[in-house]
Nanobody, 129 residues
Framework: QERLVESGGGLVQPGGSLRLSCAAS????????VGWFRQAPGKGREAVSC?????????YADSVKGRFSISRGKTYNAAVYLQMDNLEPEDTAVYFC?????????????????????WGQGIQVTVSS
């Protein structure tokens, strides 16, 4: 069954770092744009970052620019990573990765959940002292 699996979440103190991973099962992640979304308690789902099919483009929400970095592994069907530095309590949320083959301008469409076909189950990130 085709699915995405996130890993790397957990509890970290403010100012700390975490690296989330998104791996695909039963399909090749290389051919998909991959986005990260998050949802905090009582809030809607927020687009955080996205990387293009051939890592030729990267996009970030204003709230994470300069602190988060998205990348692809170098091997075939490698995972996609979200490096999160200088974490703040406001970053506390369940983080989801998503994969989609966007037909159109990724720069305009990456924030829309309907642009993605596959979703992971989500992983908790808690930033607290």
């Amino acid at each position: 069954q085709e699915r995405l699996v996130e890993s790397g979440g957990g509890l970290v103190q403010p100012g700390g770092s975490l690296r989330l991973s998104c791996a695909a099962s039963e399909f090749t992640l290389d051919y998909y744009g991959v986005g990260w979304f998050r949802q905090a308690p009582g809030k809607g789902r927020e687009a955080v970052s996205c990387i293009g099919t051939f890592a030729d483009s990267e996009f970030y929400a204003d709230s994470v620019k300069g602190r988060f970095s998205i990348s692809r592994g170098k091997t075939y069907n490698a995972a996609v990573y979200l490096q999160m530095d200088n974490l703040e309590p406001e970053d506390t949320a369940v983080y989801f990765c998503a994969a989609g083959q966007v037909t159109g301008e990724l720069s305009k469409l990456w924030t829309y959940p309907q642009s993605y076909r596959y979703w992971g189950q989500g992983i908790q990130v808690t930033v607290s002292s």
